[in-house]
């Protein structure tokens, strides 16, 4: 293995000469483009012996030791760095476990971006590195190249990620010994300390001290918890840091500072500790002690700076008829003042999501009025990453009911999302312009997110029954429209319809043209978004089409079982979409029946006949064949083999489903071998409905038990179902049955003998024996008297 020296000393660029503008990656992009033409060409005018992969290999090698030379002597700037990263994420080893001598050199590259031995040297020399490092002199080096780190998924090779973040923490505590430094390093290290608080222990409590108590039972703001208990001292010590740090605050400071806020405000409790804090910064006395400014970290000086912004950028608004909503060039804010708003955007979002009383309170606030300030902002020409922050603020008001319902309606009056439509008007309007003309552009789609958040938190909070009326035929159709287009964030959108369609229940009048008044005439009104989902769901719709896909897409990566960008949410996805259709083969039969009593001009089909059909992308129908592979990965996603197994019980009951399905699920022999082991997969789970029922463990791995043992129970009543079905049927598949002879001639072994492989039978009589050693009997029927129950059912039928 090649092995890397650091040169002895960098070679810096005098101060006086300015260096030339020069693109590291986009240069180095074209310079590997023509040496591969140029090697391409010269095999076929040469007959070079070398084959071209070999030529490659060498090129791409001398380009990394180039890149790696490069970063000894001047270290990348902040979009390079990223650059390398993201090269690096996606890494995988050879054959032999090590890297190969490319990936070598380009991690060493960025091992030496992160190098802060300087500070050991002289201090001449130390004072000319501190002025040409990219780490110390770009704006935001240091917060993107954390925040990917942090917060990046998974790379393709965890070791290769633990290095780089240890690099990464080893540079953060070089520089900390830096004066100009230490508090922005300091600042950011405590905020992502205490960001996340899963356990909700909320350790960041030490570093508040308040002059009040909450007014909560008796807890005096100890991180201790003690009532009437004096404060320790490392607490006092922590709380005046945190005061005395935001009274003086320098410019560079300030970002970090607001950061460590947020990280500090993670809590019930310390988020209305930060409250207060904002609170008293604004107030009279501290004003005075500040200057005439007043605290730049207060309540009063960001909601007023929000009004001023308002105030100017709403001027240069262009006209409905031209680029309303596009993303113009923004005269008023820079992209410092953009940086500083976000960061306090996302402080304020993080406390009033913990606090009900600090969201009520600013809500209500007679000057701030920063809901409408917000929503007025959002019809301003800004960019948006930022529109985006100032959405999930909305979302974060918007958990208290009271402030949803009044949302609702401040959401139709502004046409956030264009829900009324002009005829004089000759372009649309609204936020689908900028998500048409630029997210999809850029492919990143941080405000589609924002808006579905906001969505799904209103729906959540408050949902009006008589939304938009006056302005249009009222209900959540326009709302429901977009969320349909919006499969780039499946996750976010699909959450929001399992919530509609799980607080539906079809009644009569649901099926009745209702008429509303409008203007002066009578027209008819939106049906309710429960309604149009089932509508949707019973039909060959492109929405069916699209959640049949997600499913498939889902189910071939989780088979990949390697890390990718975004599982969580896909996981995430696939959970809502197996949900919505388990809840539309629960409300089928009653909407269907009422769809018939009231004559509607409607035609729908039941959804497990629709499941049944060709899948257009593999010309198969394989869509209960996708779904049941889900049960393969019961162990690491339990929740997604419990709804699988929902579903699957539930179409089970007609005996002709039950023949296609056969036909499904051993048409492909690897494919049935592998739905055979999901089966017996989840029947193996070795959670007990005991410790479901004890104390103790977590609440999580309680839930996951439940969980599995309910997968259990699905897949034993899917088995005793299908036995009541004539052969050929699931049962006799799963059971290890012949299907192609009479029941009677099949000769049923153990694992392994006679090439019998193991099915769901030996599976439910393993349940069975456990415990039959002893004189107690079978433990099944002590501990799970419902399993117990069915694996007996299934044995006798």
Not at 38 to 48: A, D, E, K, R
Not at 279 to 307: D, M, R, T
Not at 476 to 485: E, H, N, V
Request: with cysteine; glycine share 6%; aromatic share 8%.
């Amino acid at each position: 293995m090649r092995r890397f020296r650091k040169p002895v000393q960098r070679v810096l660029p005098s101060r006086g000469n300015k260096e030339p503008d020069f693109s590291l990656s986009s240069s180095l992009k074209k310079l590997l483009s023509s040496v591969t033409f140029l090697i391409l060409g010269s095999c076929q005018l040469l007959s070079f012996s070398l084959p071209v992969s070999d030529l490659i290999k060498e090129c791409k090698q001398s380009l990394a030791e180039s890149l790696f030379a490069w970063a000894c002597q001047s270290p990348f700037a902040k979009d390079d760095t990223l650059l390398l990263i993201g090269h690096l994420e996606r890494v995988t080893v050879e054959a032999n476990g090590s890297l190969d001598a490319v990936n070598l050199a380009l991690l060493m590259a960025l091992l030496y971006c992160f190098d802060t031995s300087f500070i050991e040297q002289s201090t001449e020399e130390r004072d000319d590195m501190i002025h040409q490092l990219p780490l110390l002199t770009e704006r935001q080096y240091i917060a993107t190249i954390h925040s990917r780190l942090q917060d990046s998924q998974p790379w393709k090779l965890p070791g290769l990620q633990a290095t780089v973040r240890l690099a990464w923490a080893l540079a953060l505590r070089g520089i900390s010994q830096l004066p100009d430094v230490t508090v922005f390093a300091y600042s950011l290290q405590i905020g992502e300390l205490y960001k996340k608080n899963p356990f909700h222990l909320e350790l960041a409590l030490e570093y508040w001290c308040p002059s009040e108590p909450l007014q909560t039972p008796t807890i005096m703001g100890s991180y201790l918890g003690v009532a009437h208990q004096r404060p320790p001292q490392r607490q006092v010590v922590l709380s005046k840091f945190v005061r005395q740090m935001g009274d003086l605050l320098p410019p560079t400071i300030y970002i970090p500072y607001l950061k460590m806020l947020q990280g500090l405000a993670s809590g019930p409790q310390c988020a209305h500790y930060c409250f207060s804090l904002l609170k008293v910064n604004g107030s009279s006395h501290v004003e005075n002690i500040q200057g005439a400014g007043g605290s730049p970290v207060s309540w009063e000086h960001f909601f007023q700076s929000l009004l001023l912004y308002h105030e100017h950028l709403r001027k240069d608004l262009p006209s409905a008829d031209s680029v309303q909503y596009r993303h113009l060039p923004s005269r008023g804010i820079t992209q410092k003042e953009q940086d500083g708003l976000i960061a306090f955007l996302q402080l304020t979002s993080t406390i009033i999501t913990w606090s009900e009383n600090a969201r009520l309170a600013l809500c209500e606030h007679p000057q701030w009025t920063p809901v409408v300030v917000i929503l007025g902002l959002l019809q301003c020409s800004i960019p948006p990453v930022l529109k985006a922050e100032l959405l999930k603020t909305l979302a974060a008001f918007g958990k208290s009911p009271e402030i949803a319902a009044s949302l609702w309606q401040s959401l139709e009056y502004t046409q956030i999302l264009q829900t009324v439509r002009v005829p004089s008007q000759r372009q649309a309007i609204g936020i689908e312009v900028e998500l048409n003309e630029i997210e999809s552009r850029c492919e990143e789609y941080p405000l589609t997110r924002a808006f579905c958040q906001l969505i799904s938190t209103l729906v959540e909070s408050s949902f009006p029954s008589n939304l938009g009326a006056g302005l249009r035929p009222p209900g959540f159709d326009p709302y429901l429209q977009f969320l349909r287009d919006s499969w780039e964030v499946a996750e976010v959108v699909l959450e929001v319809f399992y919530k509609l369609l799980r607080d539906y229940e079809p009644q009569l009048e649901d099926f009745v043209d209702q008429f509303v008044e409008l203007q002066g005439e009578e027209i008819i009104a939106y049906k309710p978004p429960g309604f149009s989902l089932m509508y949707h769901l019973l039909n060959e719709s492109p929405m069916l089409e699209l959640a049949l896909s997600l499913l498939e897409e889902g189910v071939k990566q989780l088979d990949t079982y390697a890390p990718f960008p975004g599982k969580k949410h896909l996981e995430k996805a696939v959970q809502h979409c197996l949900a919505l259709l388990n809840l539309t083969l629960q409300k089928e039969n009653l909407f269907m029946d009422l769809l018939r009593e009231s004559q509607l001009a409607l035609i729908v089909s039941p959804l497990e006949q629709l499941l049944q059909g060709v899948n257009p992308r593999t010309k198969k129908a394989d869509n209960v064949v996708n779904i049941a592979r889900y049960l393969y990965h019961g162990n690491s996603n339990p929740e997604l083999a419990f709804e699988s197994a929902k579903i699957l019980c539930c179409i089970s009951c007609n005996s002709n489903i039950q023949i296609k399905l056969v036909g499904d699920f051993t048409h492909d022999q690897s494919v049935s071998q592998k739905l055979m082991a999901g089966f017996i997969e989840c029947l193996d789970s070795e959670d007990t409905e005991e410790f479901v029922r004890v104390e103790e463990g977590s609440e999580y791995e309680k839930k996951l038990a439940a969980i599995r043992h309910e997968t259990r129970i699905h897949i034993l009543n899917l088995l005793i179902t299908s036995l009541e079905c004539n052969p050929p049927n699931l049962a006799l598949y799963l059971l290890g049955f012949e299907l192609k002879k009479p029941i009677s001639t099949t000769n049923l072994q153990d694992p392994g003998v006679l090439g019998c492989p193991r099915t769901c039978l030996h599976a439910i009589l393993n349940i069975l024996e456990k415990g039959t050693e002893g004189r107690t009997g079978p433990v099944v029927v002590q501990e799970y008297p419902q399993l117990a129950e069915l694996c007996y059912q299934v044995r006798s039928g």
